[in-house]
């Protein structure tokens, strides 16, 4: 069962528990993208995020639409490693620091890291 998390039920997260979190993503590196996957072998980018997060404890929706109105919004400048950012409202990765996101970006790819190509916005949860 995934429950939407609000800002408030997220205690603010340490870096360590960032960097666990941005290790689980990290690790899925080169799995294909499929609609609608949460993992194990493959992911889009919602599930992803949704097992990235579950690496923590924080179980979120897998729809990127209910993901944006999670945590607080942050400003472009303002994200920091582990953010949600959302090159549109239909696509999500995680920030990793220095403009690049880890995402699993569209069918026929694998999840990988690449630069954030555009910004919609971003939120944060930790």
């Given amino acids: 069962l995934h429950v939407a998390v609000s800002a408030a039920a997220v205690p603010p997260g340490s870096s360590s528990r960032i960097e666990r979190m941005i290790s689980s993503a990290m690790a899925q590196r080169g799995k294909p993208y499929v ?14 995020v949704v097992h990235s997060f579950l690496a923590v404890g924080v179980h979120l929706p897998h729809y990127t639409g209910d993901l944006l109105h999670l945590g607080h919004a942050v400003g472009k400048s303002a994200m920091r490693r582990g953010d949600l950012v959302f090159p549109s409202s239909h696509h999500v990765g995680i920030y990793l620091g220095g403009g690049m996101m880890v995402v699993a970006p569209h069918s026929g790819t694998v999840v990988q890291v690449q630069k954030v190509y555009a910004f919609y916005t971003a939120r944060r949860l930790l």
């Fill in 35 to 48: 609609f609608g996957s949460v993992g194990p072998r493959s992911y889009d980018c919602s599930g992803l």
